[in-house]
């Protein structure tokens, strides 16, 4: 069976959205409170699934408009991956070696311009170090970059796939 572009977009569109679905579970349900970083990788996620979702209901017929779809849904997801490949990394660090923890994301949303909370939250805080829930003895952020990064290779495939020419001789008869 082959893929078409509109199942793939399909799929997407569900995998970010039940991976939201559980980032509002353990939010919700189990107390565990986002870190700026797990805020970040949430804008990716979303906007995956966003542009998914309207690639999935547009359907384009064009192989460019296919084509820009699934870019901005990599680039999108490709975000989150980077920014879970930094929080890994935080976690990864010695405590000594852990930036200090500065006021919270709502703090600085409040009283500093966008592009300063941008460089603020990508700088990492202390707090992003914490592990607060683990899965096979992974943290969170590993978890999220082993997703993301298998919705990054699943946009880069649709990204760079060959599509079938649209067959007009059927339209014909």
């Known amino acids: 069976m082959?893929?078409?572009y509109r199942h793939v977009s399909g799929f997407l569109f569900l995998?970010?959205?039940a991976g939201m679905a559980f980032a509002l579970y353990l939010e919700h349900v189990q107390g565990l409170s986002p870190c700026p970083l797990c805020v970040f990788q949430r804008i990716g996620l979303i906007g995956l699934g966003l542009i998914s979702l309207i690639a999935f209901l547009h359907n384009p017929a064009s192989n460019a408009a296919k084509r820009v779809y699934a870019f901005l849904g990599a680039l999108s997801v490709l975000w989150s991956a980077g920014v879970a490949a930094r929080h890994v990394w935080l976690q990864s660090l010695p405590p000594d070696q852990v930036p200090s923890c500065g006021p919270g994301l709502d703090y600085w949303l409040d009283t500093l311009p966008l592009k300063s909370v941008f460089e603020q939250?990508?700088?990492g805080s202390g707090e992003c170090a914490k592990v607060d829930w683990t899965f096979l003895g992974q943290s969170l952020p590993v978890w999220s970059l082993v997703f993301f990064s298998?919705?990054?290779l699943?946009?880069?495939w649709?990204?760079?796939r060959k599509y079938?020419?649209?067959q007009k001789a059927?339209?014909?008869k």
Do not use: D
Request: glycine share 0%; net charge positive.
């Open 2 to 4: 082959q893929w078409s």
């Open 15 to 17: 995998a970010s959205a």
């Open 121 to 123: 939250v990508l700088t």
């Open 158 to 160: 649709q990204l760079l």
């Open 150 to 152: 298998v919705l990054a």
């Open 154 to 156: 699943i946009s880069i």
């Open 170 to 172: 059927a339209s014909k």
């Open 164 to 166: 079938p020419l649209a």
